[in-house]
Nanobody
């Protein structure tokens, strides 16, 4: 069973940057689609970005142009580079492996002055 562990969250001022990482234990296919989601208190998780076969990426409109998803298959790690952060980006961020439906435990991102 694949386990996912996120890291890199924290407190940052508006306009700042953070890079989230999601490491996978166990074997995952290099073509597996991996996603980042986020969740606000009392809300459903919402899609943020995905990276799939050959590095094809997809983004939610709210983050396109500010966030960049990437993967390093040799390290079994997916990244989310978040720039120009806004207070509305404050949420718990989760990574997700579509092939197995696995979720990480989440990492808190807080954007505040």
């Amino acid at each position: 069973q694949v386990q996912l562990v996120e890291s890199g969250g924290g407190l940052v001022q508006p306009g700042g940057s953070l890079r989230l990482s999601c490491g996978a234990s166990g074997s995952i296919s290099s073509i597996s689609i991996m996603d980042w989601y986020r969740q606000y208190p009392g809300k459903e998780r919402e899609f943020v970005a995905s990276v799939g076969t050959y590095g094809i990426t997809t983004y939610a409109d709210s983050v396109r142009g500010r966030f960049t998803i990437s993967r390093d298959n040799s390290k079994r790690t997916v990244y989310l580079q978040m720039n120009s952060l806004k207070p509305e980006d404050t949420a718990v961020y989760y990574c997700h492996l579509r092939a197995t439906g696995s979720w990480g435990q989440g990492t808190q991102v807080t954007v505040s002055s």
